[in-house]
């Protein structure tokens, strides 16, 4: 089993800076993708970033130039900046890890509350 603990959301300014980190404990596969998604209320999840163990990355269109997916492999810990935030950013932020030689198998973390206010 894989555990996910996502920190770092909060209340923010338009313009303002967040940074969010997920560390991932247990039986962890390699190689894997580890991700962030958000869901606004009454919308769907949405990928956010991804980042491959081989550090590949793939950003949505709406925060390219913005986000910034980074992974510390040794620390099993994702992180994102996110610069120039928006009100349209808000939503519960999920830290996601999928192996990739395993796609039945996809963990979650609990989610963190991003809120940016106008």
């Known amino acids: 089993q894989v555990q996910l603990v996502e920190s770092g959301g909060g209340l923010v300014q338009a313009g303002g800076s967040l940074t969010l980190s997920c560390a991932a404990s247990?039986?962890?596969?390699?190689?894997?993708?580890m991700g962030w998604y958000r869901q606004a209320p009454g919308k769907q999840r949405d990928m956010v970033a991804t980042a491959t163990s081989g550090d590949s990355t793939n950003y949505a269109d709406s925060v390219k130039g913005r986000f910034t997916i980074s992974r510390d492999n040794a620390k099993n810990t994702v992180y994102l900046q996110m610069n120039n935030l928006k009100p349209e950013d808000t939503a519960v932020y999920y830290c996601?890890?999928?192996?990739?030689?395993?796609?039945?198998?996809?963990?979650w973390g609990q989610g963190t509350q991003v809120t940016v206010s106008s």
């Open positions: 996601n890890l999928k192996p990739i030689l395993i796609p039945t198998r996809d963990y």
């Open positions: 247990g039986s962890i596969f390699r190689p894997n993708v």
